[in-house]
């Protein structure tokens, strides 16, 4: 009687193990269920770049069938991607909430401003390199970059720029060409500073070839400069501010991210869907019409590339007195 006592106990372990297992291995294939809605989530106005960005990533995923699940963009602005941070702090382990990362990001937890801490990001891509360029008024008097840093130069801080968040790309492109030429400017926090350049209240701002390019052709703006190491194809024509002589330059990387004990299921599931996205029709015809430069980086991949990237970052910090 013991030893089939102890033959049904070691057969009703082995049907739990097994019935755990295989829970287990249902739960992995699910993710993610299609009755769940994925949150892409973003920092930022939803006309400008990275709405663009992530409103465009998500439609596509969705439309090809690539996630089966409803993709759903979510904007929650303020504090500079503080506000957006701190709520995918709030969703610790949550597979179905997604963030855009750029500078802004990265910028906001050096500095210290958010819960969310960049050691807890689970990296899960990098896209695209989107190109910036430097833009005024179409009526400026500025006719080159030299005009505006002569201006700068004779009136210091006097000279208005625009950008959309304290530390982002754009505060980040001011300092390092007022660190190239010696100048100060007037610098402006606005939600979205190629509307304020439009509107006027600026001398300055800077965009990527999405924000800019509408303007151009309706004659509200014109570009000085290219801010990466080399041109945009869109703005072939357009020098780099290296060409122009001024040592300094800017490339924005966009991708996405999970917020802390993102499962690794979860990563797994993405590392094999973006590269299906960047292969689609439809997300090359965005990637030309946006002249964004694919720049694909896994999971893995990403992670070792921001070291360096975020290296550089610190040291425009230190020099904003930031960090």
């Known amino acids: 009687?013991?030893?089939?006592?102890?033959?049904?106990?070691?057969?009703?372990?082995?049907?739990?193990?097994?019935a755990g297992l295989a829970t287990v291995s249902q739960t992995e294939a699910a993710y993610p269920e299609p009755n769940q809605v994925i949150e892409f989530l973003h920092h930022s106005s939803p006309g400008g770049a990275a709405g663009l960005f992530v409103l465009t990533s998500g439609d596509i995923l969705n439309k090809t069938g690539?996630?089966?699940?409803?993709?759903?963009?979510?904007?929650?602005?303020?504090?500079?991607?503080?506000?957006a941070l701190?709520?995918?702090?709030?969703k610790k382990g949550d597979p179905y909430v997604v963030m855009h990362w750029t500078t802004a990001q990265l910028m906001a937890m050096l500095r210290g401003t958010t819960e969310m801490k960049?050691?807890?990001?689970?990296?899960?891509?990098?896209?695209?390199?989107?190109?910036?360029?430097?833009?005024?008024?179409y009526n400026s008097p500025y006719k080159t970059v030299k005009d505006i840093i002569a201006d700068a130069k004779a009136n210091p801080g006097k000279v208005n720029?625009?950008?959309?968040?304290?530390?982002?790309?754009?505060?980040?492109?001011?300092?390092?060409?007022?660190?190239?030429?010696?100048?100060k400017f007037n610098i402006t926090s606005f939600d979205f500073s190629p509307t304020a350049l439009i509107a006027g209240n600026i001398a300055m701002a800077f965009g990527s070839t999405a924000e800019t390019q509408g303007h151009v052709k309706a004659n509200r703006a014109r570009i000085l400069a290219n801010m990466g190491t080399n041109r945009v194809p869109y703005y072939k024509d357009i020098p780099t501010l290296i060409e122009q002589g001024i040592n300094a330059s800017f490339t924005q990387y966009r991708g996405f991210f999970g917020g802390p004990n993102f499962p690794a299921e979860a990563v797994k599931f993405w590392d094999e869907a973006f590269p299906k996205l960047m292969k689609t029709k439809e997300y090359q015809e965005f990637?030309?019409?946006?002249?964004?430069?694919?720049?694909?980086?896994?999971?893995?991949?990403?992670?070792?590339?921001?070291?360096?990237?975020?290296?550089?970052?610190?040291?425009?910090?230190?020099?904003?007195?930031?960090?």
């Open 1 to 18: 009687m013991r030893t089939h006592g102890t033959t049904c106990i070691i057969a009703v372990l082995v049907s739990l193990l097994a």
């Open 86 to 90: 701190n709520y995918l702090k709030s």
């Open 287 to 323: 990637m030309t019409k946006f002249d964004v430069i694919p720049a694909y980086k896994n999971s893995a991949e990403t992670k070792a590339f921001l070291v360096d990237y975020v290296k550089q970052l610190e040291e425009d910090l230190k020099l904003m007195n930031l960090k």
């Open 66 to 83: 690539i996630v089966k699940a409803k993709i759903q963009t979510q904007t929650r602005q303020g504090g500079s991607s503080a506000v």
């Open 118 to 137: 960049l050691d807890e990001c689970v990296w899960l891509s990098t896209l695209i390199e989107d190109g910036n360029v430097l833009m005024v008024p």
């Open 161 to 183: 720029v625009g950008i959309n968040s304290v530390g982002g790309s754009e505060d980040v492109m001011t300092r390092r060409i007022e660190r190239a030429t010696g100048v």
